[in-house]
């Protein structure tokens, strides 16, 4: 069967790391160990409305697929779940799932009993690949779902196989060789990676041309490695996108805030904000037409906008400030400053992205060193000005952080994107 040859051939190429200690193995096993601090588990109704938004604008996105879950363990991945569940209504053609070590909350779901000691704990070899290339009624019972998907594991045992990585990676890290090998193989990647390899693990999938979808938080927008994705049209906003989403963590998680944990059945929770879908597949919602007043109906009717007779403009960018994407102008032909958050309405056909605020391209003015003086009326000597889109004041605000230069005071807003209206030629 074809997953039998996929793991014979992962197989015939995987090195056995030497017993000696190695500095490269050690940092690599260090980062793993760093990476394991930041899983949260996605839940599945998140999985499943995001996945169904794609299917609603095109039924075959996932059609024919090869779909690789590269940052999940099947033990306890709802992705794995979900796609594994729905693997014949989606079409796929392939499963494959990897993790580089076993579950921080395994023992709650136990697919493959030979690896279960009990009392939550899993011998080794705790990093796994699981392949599916079919998903069919195992149990005669006249339906198919994820039972007959544990009951096919169970059966067959070529469809798994222990990852043992190499010198630098150990097993089942999206970056070894023999993920990487996986990684070649599939069409679409769908996974939630750890936040603190993001910049890595966007890198990676660009560099290999591969389709995705996975989770993020809002601020890796303006990450080097992610914003020239986004600006050049390669990399885009998902559906479900802000808010708080509860996220599956082991028990022994610290969770500082109260209003942040909840335990449902006995599974610890955490909630966490700005989560958002990165993708660079296509959906319904990503040409939908933002809405839009002039800016003389802007100046009358916003309230961030009330007593003002015009626009604030930048100080060091040709363009001008806009609060929210509600105060966007239709009838303003020039360049203007929305925050990040922006990019959940951004629609490219009517709108172009120019850079955001670091795009030092696109200065008018740099600044000397700057006095910061913040909300407590602390002063230091700062440079952030030619970091950020400056509005120039009159006076030094109120409750407010602001900068002086050269006795002229200025504010900051927090993270701006450049854009404009895309005219048609």
């Known amino acids: 069967m074809e997953h039998a040859k996929a793991m014979a051939k992962i197989a015939s190429k995987m090195v056995e790391p030497p017993k000696t200690e190695n500095a490269s193995m050690n940092r690599g096993l260090h980062a793993a160990k760093a990476a394991k601090q930041d899983e949260f588990y996605t839940q599945y109704i998140d999985i499943q409305k995001e996945v169904e938004a794609y299917l609603e604008f095109d039924p075959d996105t996932f059609r024919g697929k090869v779909v690789y879950c590269n940052c999940d363990d099947p033990f306890e991945s709802n992705f794995f779940k979900y796609f594994a569940a729905n693997f014949n209504k989606l079409g796929l053609k392939k499963l494959i799932t990897t993790s580089y070590d076993g579950s921080p909350i395994a023992g709650q779901y136990t697919l493959f009993p030979e690896y279960d000691e009990g009392n939550d704990k899993r011998q080794k070899p705790k990093a796994l690949a699981v392949v599916l290339d079919q998903v069919k009624d195992e149990n005669g019972d006249g339906a198919v779902d994820v039972t007959d998907v ?26 070894s060789p023999e993920c990487i090998d996986l990684l070649n193989e599939a069409d679409i990647v769908v996974t939630n990676p750890p936040f603190s390899l993001f910049r890595e693990y966007v890198a990676q999938l660009a560099g290999y041309n591969k389709k995705f979808l996975i989770i993020g938080n809002q601020n890796a927008i303006t990450y080097k490695e992610i914003f020239p994705l986004i600006k050049d049209n390669k990399l885009w906003l998902g559906v479900d996108n802000g808010g708080t989403k509860w996220f599956e963590v082991q028990k022994d998680y610290d969770i500082k805030t109260e209003s942040r944990k909840k335990i449902v059945n ?6 966490m904000g700005s989560i958002m ?16 007043m002039t800016m003389a109906e802007n100046l009358k009717f916003s309230k961030n906008l009330k007593g003002k007779t015009a ?13 929210t994407y509600k105060e966007i102008p239709s009838d303003y032909e020039g360049m203007m400053g929305v925050p990040i958050t922006f990019l959940d309405k951004y629609n490219p056909d009517q709108f172009e992205i120019h850079g955001y605020e670091h795009s030092y391209d696109l200065h008018i003015r740099d600044y000397p060193q700057q006095v910061q003086v913040d909300t407590n009326g602390k002063r230091s000597k700062v440079t ?3 970091d950020a889109c400056a509005i120039k004041v009159t006076e030094a ?5 602001y900068y002086i230069v050269e006795d002229e005071f200025f504010i900051a807003p927090y993270k701006r994107i450049l854009i404009s209206h895309r005219r048609s030629s």
């Open 311 to 323: 626009y604030d403009r930048y100080d060091n960018f040709d363009a001008i400030e806009v609060c």
């Open 397 to 401: 605000p109120y409750n407010q952080t």
């Open 277 to 292: 879908w990165f993708t660079n597949l296509d959906h319904g919602r990503r040409h939908q037409k933002l809405a839009l």
């Open 150 to 175: 544990e009951l096919f594991l169970k059966r067959n045992k070529a469809a798994r196989m222990a990852l043992k990585g190499n010198m630098e990676y150990p097993g089942g890290d999206f970056r």
């Open 266 to 271: 006995g599974v610890k929770y955490f909630s």
């Open 384 to 386: 952030k000005l030619n």
